[in-house]
Each structure stands twice: as C-alpha cells, then as structure tokens.
C-alpha cells in the first residue's frame, strides 16, 4: 500500500513539474512512463510468489567487524 502511495505522489510532483517547466505534453508522457513502470513493477513482483517474510528470512547474515575481524590490527 505504502509504495501505491508513493507512486502516486512521484507521479503527481512529476506531472505538475513537467507542467509547470515542459508543457502538458510532457507531463502525459512522463505520467504514463511512470504509471506503467509501476504497473510493470507490481505485477513483477506479484508474480514472484514470495512474500516479504521468505525475502527477509532467507537474506545472507552479515559479518559485522569486530575483535578478530578483518580490520583487527592485532590478528
């Protein structure tokens, strides 16, 4: 839901941008690059069949610096 609404803003500040700088004609061209940019987007990961949780959990693990690290002067 969070990135419908950030979509929809992003393509709100690009049209009334190109409007007021580029005419309306760019702002319909830029409009619809980007409605269906994002059409494209969702319906990529829709189709992915993962959720957010199987993304998160299968993640790699980070190495955090430390004693014995690679940035330990003394190993």
Known sequence: ??????LGIAAAAV???SIVFG??????????VLIVGG???FVALGGSGTTPR?????A??????G???PDDPSA
């Open 39 to 41: 059409l494209i987007w």
């Open 1 to 6: 839901m969070t990135a419908i609404l950030i």
């Open 15 to 17: 049209i009334g941008l």
């Open 60 to 65: 790699n693990e980070h190495e955090f610096f």
């Open 23 to 32: 005419g309306p004609i760019l702002g319909a061209i830029l409009a619809g």
């Open 67 to 69: 004693p014995g690290g």
């Open 54 to 58: 199987e993304v998160a959990t299968e």
